[in-house]
C-alpha cells in the first residue's frame, strides 16, 4: 500500500542544502565582467549592430547563465542543468577561438575598446572554463549534446548572410565577419568556410563532451548525514 503524500518528507528537511559562497561570488565576477564588456561595447559603437556579434550574443548568454547559477550556489539550490553549462562554455570558447585564430590580422583596438576586447574575448571565456574545470561536477555529457550544440552556431551563420543581403549596398559592416563575405570571396568561398568553421566547432564540441568524462570532480564539502551517491534518503 503506498503511503499517503503528505507522508513524504523533503528532501530539504533531511539534508539541509549545502552553500558554495565562493562559487558564487567567482560566477558572479564572471557574470559581471560578460555584462561589462557588452556595455562598454554597446556604449561605442551602435547598439543594434554590436548586438549581432556572436561574440557579444555569447557573453550575455554567459552574464545571464551565471547570475542564475552564482545565486543557486549561493542559496544551496540545484546548479544549473549541465547541458546548459556545456553549451554556454562551447559557445564562449567558439568566440575566443575565432578572435584569436582566425581574427588574429585584424588592428588591435584602443582605449575603453580594448577593455571590452580583452573582457570579451579573453578573461570571459578563460574563467568560464576554469569554472567548468574546477566547480561544475563531472555529468557524462552525450555525442547527442555535442550536436545539438551546433544548431545555434548554425542558424547564426545563416542570420550574418541574410542579414548582410537584407542591408542595401555601400551598408558599413554589412557583413560583420570578413570569412562570411560573398561581395568578397563569392557564396562557394564563404560556404566552404562556414563547413570548416562547422565541423571544428563540432570537433570542440566532442572535445567538451569527452573531456567531461575523464575529469576529475573537485568535491566540496560533504554533508555529515549521508554521502552525495545514490540512496533512499540522498
Known amino acids: 500500500m503506498t503511503a499517503p503524500f503528505w507522508t ?17 561570488a567567482f560566477r558572479a565576477l564572471i557574470a559581471l565582467a560578460a555584462l561589462t564588456g557588452v556595455v562598454i561595447a554597446a556604449v561605442l559603437g551602435s547598439p543594434a549592430r554590436v548586438l549581432s556579434h556572436f561574440t557579444v550574443q555569447s557573453n550575455v548568454l554567459v552574464a545571464a547563465v551565471f547570475a542564475v547559477s552564482a545565486r543557486r550556489a549561493w542559496a544551496g539550490r540545484p546548479p544549473v542543468r549541465p547541458r546548459i553549462t556545456g553549451a554556454v ?20 583596438p584602443a582605449g575603453w575598446a580594448a577593455v571590452a576586447d580583452h573582457l570579451l574575448h579573453t578573461l570571459v571565456p578563460i574563467g568560464v572554463a576554469l569554472d567548468w574545470l574546477l566547480l561544475v561536477r563531472p555529468c557524462g555529457l552525450r555525442p547527442l549534446d555535442a550536436a545539438l550544440w551546433l544548431v545555434y552556431p548554425a542558424v547564426y551563420v545563416l542570420f550574418v548572410l541574410a542579414r548582410g543581403f537584407a542591408l542595401p549596398p555601400g551598408t558599413a559592416g554589412r ?3 570578413p570569412f562570411l563575405d560573398p561581395l568578397t570571396h563569392g557564396y562557394r568561398v564563404v560556404i566552404a568556410h562556414a563547413l570548416v568553421l562547422g565541423l571544428s566547432f563540432y570537433a570542440l564540441s566532442l572535445a567538451v ?4 568524462w575523464i575529469r576529475p570532480h573537485v568535491r566540496g ?3 555529515r548525514i549521508s554521502s552525495q551517491g545514490a540512496g533512499g534518503l540522498k
Not at 539541509?16 to 562559487?23: K, S
Not at 570558447?93 to 588591435?108: E, K, M, Q, S, Y
Request: no cysteine.
Open 8 to 24: 513524504y518528507v523533503p528532501v530539504s528537511a533531511v539534508v539541509p542544502p549545502v552553500r558554495r559562497p565562493y562559487a558564487a
Open 89 to 108: 562554455l562551447l559557445y564562449i570558447a567558439i568566440t575566443a577561438v575565432v578572435h584569436h585564430l582566425v581574427l588574429a590580422g585584424a588592428a588591435a
Open 175 to 177: 557583413y560583420l565577419y
Open 209 to 212: 563532451t569527452a573531456l567531461d
Open 221 to 223: 564539502r560533504q554533508n
